[in-house]
């Protein structure tokens, strides 16, 4: 019997072959991305009407700190969470866990108005870096 190379790929068919949800995953994984996308689209358009100039870096600065500071804590933390509750479990209290998280975000009144023609709350000052910028017509 002459053995083929496989390069590995017939070995995961055969173990993906006993995971018939692999195609559904794949597809609510790339409409998340896509949400994702959307969302930090608006997110970042948000941040830089409603956010003075001289405050923007800063602002931005801390939102990614703490997007950064997070994603090492969690998974450091998932793995004694799943043995803990186990997989099917915890992956139903980490969608219980996002969705609170999301719809918290409506709770102020000041969210719920915010409309993408509102003039920015606070006037936009000039950075100290174009303030001697000469615009040529």
């Known amino acids: 019997m002459v053995r083929r190379p496989?390069?590995?790929?017939?070995?995961?068919?055969r173990r993906c072959s006993r995971c018939a949800s692999l195609f559904p995953i794949a597809a609510v994984a790339f409409v998340s991305g896509a949400g994702?996308?959307?969302?930090?689209?608006?997110w970042e358009t948000t941040l830089q009407r409603q956010i003075p100039d001289?405050?923007?870096?800063?602002?931005s600065a801390y939102d990614w700190f703490g997007s950064?500071?997070?994603q090492p804590l969690g998974f450091a933390l998932v793995g004694p969470a799943v043995v803990l509750f186990g997989q099917t479990r915890w992956l139903w209290i980490a969608f219980a866990g996002q969705l609170l998280s999301c719809l918290l975000m409506f709770v102020p009144a000041s969210v719920r108005r915010?409309?993408?023609?509102?003039a920015p709350t606070v006037p936009a000052?000039?950075?100290?870096?174009?303030e001697n910028v000469n615009v040529v017509p």
Request: glycine content about 2%.
């Open 36 to 42: 994702l996308m959307v969302f930090n689209s608006l």
């Open 68 to 70: 950064l500071l997070m």
């Open 6 to 13: 496989s390069f590995g790929v017939l070995h995961e068919r």
């Open 54 to 59: 001289a405050a923007l870096s800063r602002v």
């Open 125 to 130: 000052e000039r950075s100290p870096l174009t």
């Open 114 to 118: 915010l409309t993408a023609d509102e």
